[in-house]
C-alpha cells in the first residue's frame, strides 16, 4: 500500500505511521515540521514538510498515492488558527489535493459525538463540517469516530497527584477511551476492508468522568478527591470568557459537552486505562 499520512507528527499520526510501516506499506507522512518525525527513520518513509491551511504547499502531495488517512486538527488553539482554518478547511484543502490526484480512498477521525452535529462546541462544529463534505465529495471514505486518547487522560493522572479533580455536573456521562496503539491499528485494519462506512471505536470498557477521575487517583494509591462544578456555572463562566478569549472559550465549549453527553463507541481494543496508567506509574 502506498498511503499518506496526515498529521503524522501528533501521538496518533507517528503510530499510525510506526505501525503501516511495520506492515511494509511505503507512508508519506505529512508534517508541518519535520523534526516532528525525527524518531522515525526508514527506507519506505517519505516526510513531507507543508501547512494544510496553505493549499499551495500541497500541490502534487497525493500523486501516486493509494490512501490518504487524516488525523489533522488542534486540540490546544495557539495564536490566530482556530478549529474552522485546520480542523475544515486544512482538512478541505487535502481532501481536494486527493481528488485530484484520484486517491482510492480517504480516511478522517474525529472524536465520538461528532455525529450530534452543530452547536456544541467549536472543534466538533469543524469535525462535523469536514465529515459532511467528505461524504458529499465523490471520493471513497471511512470516518472513524473514537473516545479520548489515553495520553490525554494521563494529563489528568498528573493533576491527581497534586490536588483535586473536577467534574462538570454529576460527572455520570460515560466515553470509551482507547489505547493508541489499538486505535492505529484498528484504523489500519478497517481502511483496507470499509469503504463509504462510519467506524466506531473505542477500549474495552465505557467509563464516566467521575470514574475516570478515581481511577487516576487509584493507580497512585491516593483516595479519590473529586469536586464538582455545577453545569449552569460552567455556561456562566463560558458566557463571560468568550469575549476575551475564543481560546479558553473553545476548549470549555468541548469539555462542557464531553462531560453532559453520552458518547461511548464500540468496545474494539484490549488495553484499559487502569493498566494503562499503572505501567506509566511503574505500578
Avoid at 491551511?53 to 487524516?70: R, Y
Avoid at 471513497?140 to 498528573?158: H, N, T
Avoid at 455536573?169 to 462506512?197: C, F, V, W, Y
Wanted: aromatic letters at 8%.
Amino acid at each position: 500500500m502506498n498511503l499518506l499520512i496526515a498529521g503524522a507528527g501528533g501521538v496518533l499520526g507517528r503510530e499510525l505511521v510506526r505501525q503501516a510501516l511495520a506492515r511494509g506499506d511505503h507512508v508519506a507522512a505529512l508534517v508541518l515540521r519535520k523534526g516532528e518525525l525525527r524518531v522515525i527513520e526508514h527506507p519506505h518513509l517519505r516526510i513531507i514538510e507543508a501547512d494544510v491551511t496553505k493549499p499551495a504547499q500541497l500541490s502534487g502531495i497525493c500523486k501516486g498515492l493509494e490512501q490518504v488517512i487524516s488525523c489533522i486538527g488542534i486540540t490546544r488553539l495557539k495564536g490566530n488558527l482556530t478549529h474552522e482554518i485546520v480542523d475544515y478547511r486544512g482538512n478541505l484543502n487535502l481532501l481536494e489535493e486527493a481528488r485530484r490526484s484520484s486517491v482510492a480512498k480517504f480516511g478522517f477521525i474525529s472524536p465520538a459525538g461528532t455525529e450530534l452535529g452543530f452547536g456544541h462546541a467549536p472543534l466538533i462544529d469543524a469535525k462535523h463540517r469536514f465529515e459532511q463534505a467528505l461524504q458529499a465529495s465523490g471520493v471513497p471514505w471511512v470516518l472513524f469516530r473514537s473516545g479520548g486518547f489515553f495520553p490525554d487522560l494521563a494529563e489528568m493522572k498528573a493533576l491527581a497527584a497534586k490536588g483535586p479533580l473536577y467534574a462538570i455536573g454529576k460527572g455520570d456521562s460515560r466515553s470509551t477511551p482507547i489505547h493508541i496503539p489499538d486505535l492505529a491499528a484498528i484504523m489500519l485494519d478497517e481502511m483496507g476492508k470499509q469503504q463509504n462506512a462510519v467506524v466506531g471505536v473505542g477500549g474495552p470498557e465505557d467509563l464516566s468522568w467521575r470514574e475516570t477521575c478515581a481511577i487516576c487517583f487509584e493507580v497512585q494509591g491516593r483516595p479519590p478527591r473529586i469536586q464538582r462544578a455545577p453545569v449552569w456555572l460552567c455556561k456562566l463562566a463560558l458566557a463571560f470568557i468568550r469575549p476575551f478569549s475564543y481560546r479558553y472559550w473553545a476548549m470549555g465549549k468541548l469539555l462542557l459537552f464531553m462531560s453532559t453527553h453520552d458518547v461511548c463507541t464500540p468496545h474494539r481494543g484490549t488495553v484499559r486505562l487502569r493498566d494503562y496508567l499503572a505501567k506509566l506509574n511503574g505500578a
